[in-house]
Structure formats: structure tokens, C-alpha cells
């Protein structure tokens, strides 16, 4: 036999992948092979099975129509195992992973380039598995791909994304600032929250991967003080915790503490926290338990004084009418002694009034009330005590109201608004009235006196606060009204302008008039 014949006898074969092994489908004539080249051939076998079984992939061949033609690898994948070899597993695939998977099958068999993808599939029982797979052209019609179980690996990504939205959800949310900063680039920032977007007006787009000094961010000597706080943060590694505050885009300040601590990152690397809450109401709170303690203190002052004033006259005149022997000094005395004895219990009574509102322990008891024929009792009794010069007007609607209220804290109210346009009109007119709606009743007392300037309609109904030194009564009536009418769940303001008069509005809702008959 030539040389020729004995190499086309040998002449290499495919290989073929069928049950994991790699063989020789053409037969091989012993007696021309030598002895060493069997065993060659053996080893090769025996290796290329080894070599199998330690390949963590599933290897298999699929036709160009979808249908699994082959399991190359010896193990037994969940999915890909030799019972769905014959079987077409389009139906396993939802419709966009099963597009990407014949999309890519079609590119390799035209170009044969290899190419890699990661889709989901079902198994018999509906439950979802995720592969990554690499596919390469096996001939014409056929692919071999290496496919690699990513299940474990896809859900606990998808854990770790859901954990991170719920973190950044929470930092978006909660109410503080907060910012990320990399000290090893710039101190340029990593992380910007929503709280710290609305604060500062500066969206985190245009805030993440740059500095204070980029940003714009602060004025040249407070950049330059962070600066050195974060210096010298990295240097102790001992958390700062400071008091500052911020200047809003409304112009409003906010106070704030502010804590800064590192948060390491490996390999000597560490990110700088920056945590900022809203402490303004606290400031607040503060600052109005001081003004409200100024103010007790000045309430005790002006009492103090005021109930004096009275007293000083009654102790005084007392002494005087006892020493009296002629009759007209003697009842002078007496009339200045009984006017300075309501005074002092029109003053304590006041006083006790502003005490249950401010407590909220005053009673407010409703009944219905007919207003015009209310309003003209109050028009009958003020009118005794008008001055010469000043007239009185009750602009009386033709239709009457029944209006659910307390009757002694309503004549109070309007007796209060009454004496305060008394005591500030020397002449022309003091009217009053009411306007109603389907909720409110509106009445207001108007006057010509000398008017409230500008800089005091804020503190009117302040207690204690009189127009001009010299004017009548203790300062208590404004406030009072205003406790009463806000009690009644109403409300009250004021208009004026100075030597014109002033215009003094109450509203309280109009309640249901319960049906009296039983």
C-alpha cells in the first residue's frame, strides 16, 4: 500500500459533539494505524470528556428554527437539559427576549461573528431563570451556544437596585439636606438630594461632579472656611457638628445644624457626609418664649401701674372725705371714689377676661339672637353716652338675622369697638352695622376721630397699646375683642388712615338656627 492510499485512509474527519464526547465518525482502519496512534486518539477522548464536565456552561446546539438539536455538556441544567432536546422553546421566551434571540441567531449565521446576550425563559411551571449566553456559528443552518445560569446573580442585582431606590427614595424624601463629597476629586460632589435641591435652587444635574468653587455655591471666605473644616475632617476622622444657617431663594434666613463625618471607601479612601436639618422653628420657638416672656413682663408693669392709678385715687380721696366738713367737697370726693371703683373693677375684670381667653378656659355659650332688635339695644344704651358733638348711627338692614351666639361676648365685643371710637372721635359721626352672606356676618363700627397711623395698625390689638398717652381706658379692650371674636370662630381687622377715622370689622359664621319647637 503507498503512501498516498494510507493518507487518504487517515484523512481528518468534524468532530462531533453527539452525548458530550468528541469522536470520529468515519471509521479508522486498525491495521493501518499504528498502536501509539489508537491511544492518542483515546486520551484525546477521554480529555475532551474531561474537559466537558468541568465546563460550568451548558453547551447546545439549536437550529436556525429554534428547535434544541443537541446537549453537548454532560450536566443538567434546570432549562437546558436532555429532555427538551426535539423542542422548540419560543413559547418559554417572552415576545422582546425572544425578538433579541432570533435577531442575533440571524447576524451570526450571515456574518459568523460570534455574539453574546442575556434573556429570561420559563420552565414547566411558569418560574423565570436568566441566562447569558454566547453564541457562535456551528454551520449553515446551526449554533453553538454557551450558556451561563445568571439567576442567582440577575435577582440579587435587582434586590441591590430595588434596596438602592428605596435608599435614594428615603434621602429624596426625608426632610434635611444632604450632599456626598469625594475629597480625592476636589471635594467634588458625588450625591445632591431633593431637600438640598429645593433649598439651595440648584438642581443635583448641575451640582453632581462639581465643587463649591464651580458651582458657585457660598461666598469666597465661607467656600474657604469649608474648605478647612473638610481638611480637617480627613486629617482627625472625628465627626463635626456645627450651628449655621442659609439664606433661602425667598429670602427668607433658616437656621440649620449641620453634621459632617467621613464614610471610608477602602484603601485609605474616604467620602465626606454632609447632613443639614431645619432647627427655624426651634429658633423660633425660642425667640417668641423670650418675646412672650418680655411681654408677661411688661403686662405685670402696665397692670401694676394701671391698677395703682385707681387705687392711689380711692386710698386718697378716702382720707380726704373723712377730714371733710363741707357737703359739696364731701360728695365730690365720693363721685371721684366711686368712678375710681369702677375703674379698678372694669380694669380687673378686663384682666380676668384676657387671662380665660389666652388659657382657652373662657365659656362661650350659643343661643340665637335677633341682631336689629340686639343692635338696636346697644344703639339706645351707647346713645346716653355720646358726647356733644358726636353722633351716633345704626345703619339697621330691613331684613332680620337670627344669628347663633354668645349675647353677654357679643354686646362686649361691640361695646368694646364702641368705647375705643369714643375715645378716639372728638366730633362728627360713630356708625355702625352689618353686612351677611350665606356664612359670615360682617359688622363693623366706623368713626371720624383721628385715625391709626400706619406703623401701629400691626399692634392695635395688642394689649396695653393706646393711641396717645393721655387716652381714656386701659388698653385691654382690642385684644379682648379679638380673643372673643377668634373664640366665636371669627376674625377682625382694622382699616384707618390718620385724622380721617378708623373702620373696625368683625365676622363670625353663621351657625344653623335650631328649631326651637318640641
Known amino acids: 500500500m503507498t503512501n498516498k492510499a494510507t493518507n487518504d485512509s487517515i484523512k481528518e474527519t468534524p468532530i462531533d459533539f453527539s452525548y458530550g464526547r468528541m469522536v470520529f465518525t468515519e471509521s479508522l482502519t486498525p491495521s493501518i494505524l499504528h498502536e501509539n496512534e489508537l491511544n492518542s486518539i483515546s486520551k484525546e477522548n477521554y480529555r475532551s470528556r474531561k474537559i466537558l464536565e468541568c465546563i460550568p456552561d451548558t453547551i447546545f446546539i439549536a437550529r436556525k428554527d429554534g428547535v434544541i438539536e443537541e446537549i453537548v455538556t454532560p450536566g443538567s441544567d434546570v432549562i437546558y437539559n436532555q429532555q427538551i432536546v426535539g423542542q422548540n422553546l419560543d413559547r418559554r421566551h417572552e415576545t422582546r427576549d425572544l425578538l433579541l434571540i432570533r435577531e442575533t441567531v440571524s447576524k451570526i449565521l450571515q456574518d459568523g461573528i460570534s455574539r453574546s446576550i442575556e434573556y429570561m425563559i420559563f420552565d414547566d411551571d411558569k418560574n423565570k431563570y436568566y441566562y447569558q449566553a454566547k453564541a457562535i456559528a456551528f454551520d449553515e443552518q446551526r449554533v453553538m451556544v454557551f450558556a451561563h445560569n445568571i439567576t442567582q446573580r440577575f435577582v440579587r442585582q435587582k434586590r441591590v437596585d430595588e434596596l438602592n431606590k428605596l435608599l435614594n427614595t428615603i434621602l429624596d424624601t426625608i426632610p434635611m439636606e444632604l450632599s456626598i463629597k469625594d475629597p480625592s476629586d476636589e471635594f467634588r460632589y458625588l450625591y445632591w438630594n431633593k431637600e438640598l435641591e429645593r433649598d439651595t435652587g440648584i438642581p443635583a444635574i448641575q451640582a453632581i461632579g462639581k465643587s463649591n468653587e464651580e458651582i458657585g455655591l457660598f461666598s469666597n471666605s465661607l467656600r474657604e472656611e469649608i474648605r478647612l473644616q473638610e481638611e480637617e475632617l480627613l486629617r482627625t476622622g472625628v465627626s463635626l457638628t456645627l450651628k449655621t444657617h442659609r439664606i433661602m431663594p425667598t429670602g427668607k434666613k433658616k437656621y440649620q445644624d449641620l453634621m459632617k463625618f467621613l464614610v471610608p471607601q477602602g484603601d485609605n479612601h474616604f467620602l465626606i457626609v454632609s447632613l443639614w436639618w431645619d432647627i427655624t422653628s426651634l429658633i423660633e420657638a425660642k425667640e417668641s418664649a423670650e418675646k412672650a416672656d418680655k411681654m408677661k413682663s411688661a403686662f405685670l408693669a402696665n397692670m401694676s401701674h394701671e ?25 365730690k370726693y365720693s363721685e371721684i371714689i366711686k368712678t375710681n371703683n369702677e375703674l379698678l373693677l372694669r380694669l380687673i375684670n ?30 339706645r344704651i351707647t346713645k ?29 365685643i361691640m361695646n368694646n369697638l364702641l368705647n375705643n371710637a369714643l375715645n378716639n372721635t372728638i366730633q362728627g359721626t360713630i356708625s355702625f352695622g352689618y353686612t351677611a352672606n350665606a356664612d359670615m356676618v360682617e359688622f363693623y363700627v366706623k368713626d371720624t376721630g383721628v385715625g391709626i397711623s400706619e406703623n401701629k395698625l400691626e399692634t392695635i390689638f395688642d394689649r396695653f397699646v393706646k393711641l396717645t398717652a393721655n387716652q381714656n381706658g386701659f388698653g385691654l379692650g382690642l385684644s379682648i375683642t379679638k380673643g372673643l371674636v377668634k373664640i366665636m370662630g371669627g376674625s377682625v381687622r382694622v382699616t384707618s388712615q390718620p385724622g380721617e377715622g378708623s373702620v373696625f370689622y368683625f365676622s363670625l359664621p353663621v351657625f344653623p338656627v335650631p328649631d326651637m319647637r318640641t
Do not use: H, W
Request: charged fraction near 30%; hydrophobic fraction near 40%.
Open 307 to 331: 391698677i395703682r392709678t385707681p387705687l392711689n385715687a380711692i386710698v386718697g380721696f378716702s382720707d380726704l372725705l373723712a377730714y371733710a366738713d363741707d357737703e359739696d367737697d364731701r360728695k
Open 350 to 379: 378686663d384682666i380676668l377676661d384676657l387671662s380665660k381667653i389666652e388659657s382657652d378656659t373662657i365659656t362661650i355659650q350659643l343661643e340665637p339672637l335677633s341682631l336689629n332688635q340686639l343692635l338696636n339695644d346697644v344703639y
Open 384 to 412: 346716653l353716652r355720646m358726647p356733644e358733638g358726636v353722633m351716633l348711627e345704626y345703619d339697621c338692614p330691613e331684613t332680620d338675622i337670627l344669628l347663633m351666639a354668645d349675647k353677654s361676648r357679643f354686646i362686649q
